[in-house]
């Protein structure tokens, strides 16, 4: 892995955050470290997974990914070119564009075929006229994944994208959402607070600690996705469980 | 048919009070509707109200797109708000026959003064305006906007434009009326043509009806405008809303 690209820049996403302070509302109290000393990398192509308990600084660790929020100490190297794709919590489509054009707009470059079959994997042929108000969540959020797909990006960032969908249909998605990862070798990184939808994608999993979030454990899965056992899985879990405990 | 109803009532009322009252203070509509053919007839009318038009669009146009881009930068830019926001309070509560008489007086009793004051009148209204729905934009979108590199003049047009939609249809609503009204007295005051001249020459000549027969066919019109026009407007940008069944 590893592979530079033409041009030279890296195509791994180094972060190296050595603190991200949420500042209060007065100057010396309350101040709050919401991140501190975090440090891992992925490969071109590798799917990566932070897990942690909620509110342990997980989507704030994304956002600092993401460019939206630029105030911390370290240092964040996006894969090259640096286009992104990303799922936020909320679909955030626009409710006044119809389902393809809230693609299109974020993607103007890309080509009408691989929007279609974007759409068809993500069983959204049907719905390319509606509005996003007609939408069911789940299908809200599949137009996400889409669109963050479309703009072919160097790296996806994913903040709970099954959160508040029910089990059958979170294990649907998270399905073809693996196997558009794949396919694509897109450099992915997940938040979730899940340890079964980490384990389910990631190749790597790194577990946080909360408040303020630092790297607890790394657990790098060898085994590819398919052949995966279920107690492969379940010893998974429990390393995981184990140094989440410790 | 209730509108109708009520239209003829006032007709009605009208004639009535015409009856009992000098032709002078009060013409009868009949004589108010020959008075409008016979205008008509000349091309004063239209040619009148054609200025009329014309000085209304183009203060109209110039006082939303100024006024649409000071809101939003005020909307948006805290600090800008902060220096920007004593002078449009200032500006708000000018009263319209000052900012008219000072550009007449600095512009001279030019077509550019009167379009200028009569825009400059309307603009902080806009602005205003326009500045609370810049206020309460989706900061999400915003994010999504700056995560996926969408240019500036998409973001103008697909996100920012339809979230400002129901402000600026507020603002055109509430400013086509504002500005015909003050079109008005900037033509009685400093231009010799438009409705607002004639009605000025109908005050000299104490001529009521001449007075009527240029207000009701620009009314008329305005309402035209309003319901073919702003309304429609104000439907297409809101299509896009789940409607309750």
Known sequence: ???????????????????KIYPGAEASRGARRAIANLHFSLAAGEVGALVGPSGCGKTTLLRLIAGLDRDYAGTITLPAHGRLGMVFQEPRLLPWRSVEENVRIAAPQARDEDIAALFDTLGLAAHRGDFPGALSLGLARRVAIARALAVEPDLLLLDEPFVSLDGALAQRLLQEIATLVEARRVTTLIVTHDLDEAIGLADRIFLLSGAPARLAHEISIATPRSAMTQEAARALREEARAAMAS | MARILSLVALFAVWQFAALESSPRYLPAPGAVFAAIAQEAQSGALFSNLAMTLWRVAAAFVLAMTLGTALGIAMGRKPLFDKIADPWLVILLNVPALVIIVLAYIWAGLTEAAAIGAVALNKLPNTAATVREGARAMDAG???????????????????????LAPYI?????????????????????????GVGFEINTAFQLFDVKLLLAYTIPFVAIMLAVETFLVQPFERSVSRWRPRAA
């Open chain 1, 1 to 19: 892995m590893n592979a530079p690209f033409p041009d030279g820049a890296p195509a791994r996403l180094d972060v190296a955050i050595a603190e």
């Open chain 2, 141 to 163: 979108l915003d994010e999504m906007a700056r995560v996926y590199r969408i240019a500036p003049m998409a973001r103008l047009r697909h996100i920012v434009l339809p979230q």
């Open chain 2, 169 to 193: 249809a507020a603002a055109t609503r509430s400013g086509l009326s504002l500005v015909w009204k003050i079109v008005l007295v900037v033509e009685l005051l400093g231009r010799s043509n």
